[in-house]
Each structure stands twice: as C-alpha cells, then as structure tokens.
C-alpha cells in the first residue's frame, strides 16, 4: 500500500498571503495518477487538480500542482476567503487508491 | 442536472447491516467506474470499495472486506454497498464518486449519506 504523508498538519494563514502544500509518498507515483481534493466543512470533497499538475474544471488558476516520484505540491498563489479548507492528496498508481491525511488551511 | 444522490445511511446496532444506493443522473452512468468514500467524523477519507464500469472487478479495502459488497444496476442508474456486520469503527459519511478514467481522479461526488454504529 502507497501511504502519502500530508504535511503540516495544519496552516495558519492570511488572506493573500501564497501557500505550499506537500505531499509525500512512500513509493513512487506516476505523474498522471496524483490528484488533489479541496473539502470545506460539511460538504463532499471537490476534484481540484489531477494528473499531478492539471486544474479541474472550474478550479482558479492561483491553484497550480507540481512534483514527481514520491514528492508532490499543491500551491496556492493568493488566498482567497474562499480557499480556507481541507486538502487531500490522492494516489491511483496502486491499489488500494489512498489519500493522505490531508492538510487544514486556517484563517490566522 | 448531473450528479449522485446517496441514501440508506442511519444507526444500526454493532453485528447489524444497511444497505447504501447512489442514483445517478445528468451522464452515461455505465461508462464509469464509481468508489465508495468515508470519512469518519474528525478524520480524514479512505477509499472502502471500487467497482468498474463493467461491473467485473471489485476492490475492497482490507478493513471491510468480507463484510461489506459493492454493485451497480446500470439499468438504474445506481450503485450499491451492501454493509453487514457492522462495527463501530465502520461509523462515517459515505461517498460515493465517479472515477473519470480520462483525468484518473474522482470528479463527481455526492452529498453523503451518514452511517452510525453504536450500541
């Protein structure tokens, strides 16, 4: 089983500021099998990226992925009031398809 | 309109089973594999069960394997995850999610449905 480590834990930030969000697995996955999810409280998890690096449908470009082998990033340029949440890592390499623990961006 | 609407959950005592279905609407729901998802309150998601589109191949994560069964009535429009012999620890909202295999993600959910076990 791929375990993917999210790390930190949790962000405390400002709107505006840019955010760098990491994603570690313990085996190598190919790029096209890494995807992000945003999650706000109370509602279903949201596809934001996929194949590592390309936005959903609907996702604003301040949101951008990037990363290979075993080390991934989700970045977001500017925060928004809207882009307090949860964020989860998903691998599809291997089955099981796990998700990493996920990572809670707060309002400072 | 198109989206997955999940129903069956509620509280059932530990040893006990439900039955959870996700109708479908608005896309070809036949074409896809779909995954049930739970998260567990405060937790964070895992993936419990995997169909494919064909109905052919089923994947269960170890933790409810044996227990809980995954299937689909493309003629409905829906999919199913029969769970029995519930446990505590089997307490969570459950998802389910189109896999769209041109993206390899997940890029439609549903709303979830709430499980609890409790004696």
């Known amino acids: 089983e791929i375990v993917l480590t999210q790390s930190p834990g949790t962000l405390s930030l400002s709107p505006g500021e840019r955010v760098t969000l990491s994603c570690r697995a313990s085996?190598?996955?190919?790029?096209?099998?890494l995807a992000w999810y945003q999650q706000k409280l109370g509602r279903a998890p949201r596809l934001l990226i996929y194949g590592t690096s390309s936005r959903a449908t609907g996702t604003p470009d301040r949101f951008s992925g990037s990363g290979s082998g075993t080390d991934f990033t989700l970045s977001i340029s500017r925060l928004e009031p809207e882009d307090f949440a949860v964020y989860y890592c998903?691998?599809?390499?291997?089955?099981?398809?796990?998700f990493g623990g996920g990572t809670r961006v707060e309002i400072k | 309109q198109v989206q997955l609407e999940e129903s069956g959950g509620g509280v059932g005592q530990p040893g006990s089973s439900l039955r959870l279905s996700c109708v479908a609407s608005?896309?070809?729901?036949?074409?896809?594999?779909m995954h049930w998802v739970r998260q567990a309150p405060g937790k964070g998601l895992q993936c419990v069960a995997v169909i494919s589109f064909d109905g052919r191949n089923k994947f269960y994560a170890d933790s409810v394997k044996g227990r809980f069964t995954v299937s689909r009535d493309d003629s409905k429009d829906t999919l199913s995850l029969q769970m029995n012999s519930l446990r505590e620890d089997d307490s969570a909202v459950y998802f389910c999610a189109r896999f769209s295999s041109s993206l390899a993600a997940l890029d439609l959910w549903g709303q979830g449905t709430r499980v609890t076990v409790s004696s």
């Open positions: 608005g896309f070809t729901f036949s074409r896809h594999p």
């Open positions: 998903q691998q599809y390499g291997n089955a099981p398809f796990t």
């Open positions: 085996q190598r996955v190919s790029t096209p099998y």
